[in-house]
């Protein structure tokens, strides 16, 4: 198993720009879910999915979109890239009613 | 909803010493209590986790303990070493019916002096 794939790892936007993060997993989770951390930070909850075709928002879900096609891959896009969204973000899956599996993180810096 | 209370914010202990993390959780509903570790510049990873039905479980160094009628829980790391420095952050998890609502803590920075 390769667990939680994010793709990219680092990345640099234009203020506007937009761009989509990938995840994905192999372990057959149901539950998956995009985090923001900023730096010294706790995790924000962006967006959630409790199985394929089902998403909801998180505490931070604007300027953020996500879909659920599939059960392995959860993207989230970046509509129109801002400074604010400067931070590090995480994908993480778990089967419900266990703990996450997270992925490695994407960087992301907006200038 | 629910809303976990983490404290302390920080935590330097010496090494050899203990660390004691504590959580307190609002809903009563939550049934299902993770703690992850966070080393810098990585991911969370989790370390140990407890059930509702279960009051106490270890795993060599670390233990977690629930509190359900006061709603706290607890991470006690003994023997510390310089590796357990790390972000570690407390979670509260209501899952049924394929439902789950996942809610962390702010975390605590512990500090392991050699």
């Known amino acids: 198993n390769a667990g939680v794939t994010q793709t990219p790892k680092f990345q640099v936007l234009k203020t506007g720009q937009s761009m989509t993060l990938q995840c994905a997993q192999d372990m057959n989770h149901e539950y998956m879910s995009w985090y923001r951390q900023d730096p010294g930070m706790g995790l924000r909850l962006i967006h959630y999915s409790v199985g394929a075709g089902i998403t909801d928002q998180g505490e931070v879900p604007n300027g953020y979109n996500v879909s659920r096609s599939t059960t392995e891959d959860f993207p989230l896009r970046l509509l129109s890239a801002a400074p604010s969204q400067t931070s590090v973000y995480f994908c993480?899956?778990?089967?419900?009613?266990?703990?996450?599996?997270f992925g490695s993180g994407t960087r992301l810096t907006v200038v | 909803g629910e809303n976990v209370e983490q404290h302390p914010s920080t935590l330097s202990v010496q090494e050899g010493d203990s660390a004691v993390i504590k959580c307190t959780y609002s809903d009563s509903a939550s049934n299902y209590f993770p703690w992850y570790k966070q080393e810098l510049g990585k991911r969370p990873q989790l370390i140990i986790d407890i059930r509702s039905n279960v009051g106490e479980k270890k795993d060599q160094r670390i233990a977690v303990t629930l509190n359900k009628t006061a709603k706290h829980f607890s991470l006690h790391i003994t023997e510390t070493q310089p590796e357990d420095s790390a972000v570690y952050f407390c979670?509260?998890?209501?899952?049924?019916?394929?439902?789950?609502?996942?809610?962390f803590g702010t975390g605590t920075k512990l500090q392991v002096i050699p």
């Open positions: 993480a899956s778990s089967k419900t009613g266990e703990g996450y599996t």
């Open positions: 979670a509260a998890i209501y899952n049924s019916g394929g439902y789950q609502k996942v809610t």
